[in-house]
């Protein structure tokens, strides 16, 4: 398959979000220098999450996005809100034992809470929508979520969860390709443009002051480090960089760590009551292969249809094409239905999946990786760095303990030297 660069504008991705965002604030960039107690670097989930969380404590804040408000990830992604952190809370087991593994877990429910707050509390109209399904491919997946229910069971989760066999699964998926699934009334779907950019306005009724079109260029670390933009500068006590994926060659220490995966997405036209022959539409659906499968109907009647994650970074020569195909396999009776938008964007892949939430030095801080699994996790970073910044940082230490290794083969081959490992996995999906 032929694979090439996505291309990209400064303006929000063609996307069925951007097509559907509305009238939003547009914010200025950044001309000349300011002071802030916090400057926060890039405006997606993460930078806002935490701009939010650092102005409703009373810091004054400045946050520099070098393109739109949510033009990453967070304004592409597939509006699946899932809890937990991308890695079992097991995984925190060996170095702070089972108080770990609970206070993980606690934060994985946490991460979900926060996002509905936030809509609640600012009024967000996001398409807010809850209910959710694992989907599975093989017998060894229907094993997987009898393992999951039962230790969500055990540890408390306060929302319904079961098991769906595959008949029922099929009155509320019409695909004859899974064998069951793992319902879960606590996760769900959303736009996510929309709500980073109600986010976004939040914070700055609040008093933080967003610039757009204003890409860090430099951070000079010291006492009052300097985070210098295209045409401005910001004095500030802290710093905090959100970057993810896009963050480039501003700090060569987050990026070495973190490698760009690309995901696609495709958008149909609306389906009217044809919907209802393909699945509820109040699902949000996600099997369990390593290059996994998301769907879920829109709030005005579109599928919108993920996947094809590659390790690459890079994007398949005709995507449109690549997802249809993918659709079709599960949905076969969408074959005439025509596709209105189409894009992708790049995932924060850490190396051994845990969220890379730390310090660069005593006053400069960072939140990336989330590994393909952020909507939700980004705004309990954002807090956690919140809290760290005003002085309460156990919770931001515990991710911290985490070495985060760079990835091996340096800035030209580590990309290339990860997809070829991740061929591995990938071949684990077929047995
Ligand atoms: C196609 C796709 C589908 C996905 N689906 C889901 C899903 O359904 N559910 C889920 O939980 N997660 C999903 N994800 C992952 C999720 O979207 C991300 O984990 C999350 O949005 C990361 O947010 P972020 O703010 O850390 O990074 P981003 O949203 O990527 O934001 C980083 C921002 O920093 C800016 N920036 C970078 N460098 C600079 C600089 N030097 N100066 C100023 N600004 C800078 C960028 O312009 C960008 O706006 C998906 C991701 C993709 C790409």
């Known amino acids: 398959m032929l694979l090439r660069p996505l291309k990209e504008t400064r303006e929000h991705t063609a996307s069925y979000y951007a097509a559907t965002l509305g009238t939003h604030t547009v914010y ?34 400045v946050l520099v996005e070098a393109n739109r408000i949510g033009w990453g990830a967070t304004g592409r992604n597939g509006g699946q809100l899932i809890g937990g952190l991308s890695t079992e809370p097991e995984t925190f087991e060996a170095k702070f034992g089972r108080e770990g593994v609970a206070a993980a877990w606690r934060m994985g429910v946490e991460a979900v809470e926060i996002v509905k707050q936030r809509i609640e509390k600012y009024h967000i109209d996001c398409d807010l929508q809850f209910g959710y399904c694992d989907v599975a491919l093989k017998p060894r997946h229907m094993t997987s979520f ?35 699934g793992l319902y879960n009334e606590g996760f769900g ?42 045409q401005g500068l910001v004095r500030a006590n802290s710093v905090v960089v959100c970057g993810d994926a896009y963050l480039g060659d501003l700090v060569p220490e987050l990026s070495s760590r973190n490698l760009p995966a690309s995901s696609f997405i495709i958008a149909t036209e609306p389906l009217g009551d044809r919907a209802k022959t393909v699945m509820n539409s109040s699902l949000a659906v996600c099997d369990l292969r390593w290059a996994l499968d998301y769907f879920r109907i829109s ?44 894009w992708g964007g790049q995932i924060g892949i850490s190396m051994n999946r845990i969220p890379q939430v730390g310090r660069l030095s005593d ?48 800035k030209w081959l580590r990309q290339p030297l990860y997809a070829l490992g991740m061929l591995y996995y990938r071949t684990l999906d077929f047995l």
């Open 363 to 410: 006053n400069i801080f960072y939140a990336q990786g989330y590994s393909g699994h952020g909507v939700a996790p980004t705004h309990l970073m954002g807090k956690i760095v919140a809290e760290a910044v005003d002085r309460k940082p156990e919770r931001l230490d515990m991710f911290a303990a985490y070495s985060h290794m760079p990835f091996p083969g340096g």
């Open 28 to 61: 200025p960039s950044l001309q000349d220098t300011v002071d802030a107690d916090v400057c926060v670097v890039g405006g997606g989930f993460s930078g806002v999450s935490t701009a939010l969380h650092l102005v409703e404590k009373g810091y004054s804040v």
């Open 189 to 230: 779907q959303l736009h996510p443009l929309k709500l980073c950019v109600g986010e976004a306005a939040a914070a700055a009724r609040l008093g933080a002051r967003i610039f757009e079109h204003s890409r860090a260029t430099r951070i000079v670390r010291g006492q009052l480090p300097e985070v210098h933009t295209e």
């Open 299 to 342: 709030i005005d009647g579109r599928m919108l249809f993920g996947g094809a994650c590659n390790y690459t970074g890079l994007a398949p020569g005709d995507i449109t094409e690549t997802m249809r195909k993918k659709m079709l396999w599960v949905f076969p009776q969408l074959a005439d239905v025509k596709i209105d938008y189409t």
């Open 146 to 180: 009898a393992e999951t229910l039962k230790s969500q069971q055990d540890k408390g989760y306060p929302y319904k969860m079961r098991l769906v066999p595959r008949d029922e699964l099929r009155t509320m998926i019409h695909s004859d390709r899974y064998l069951g």
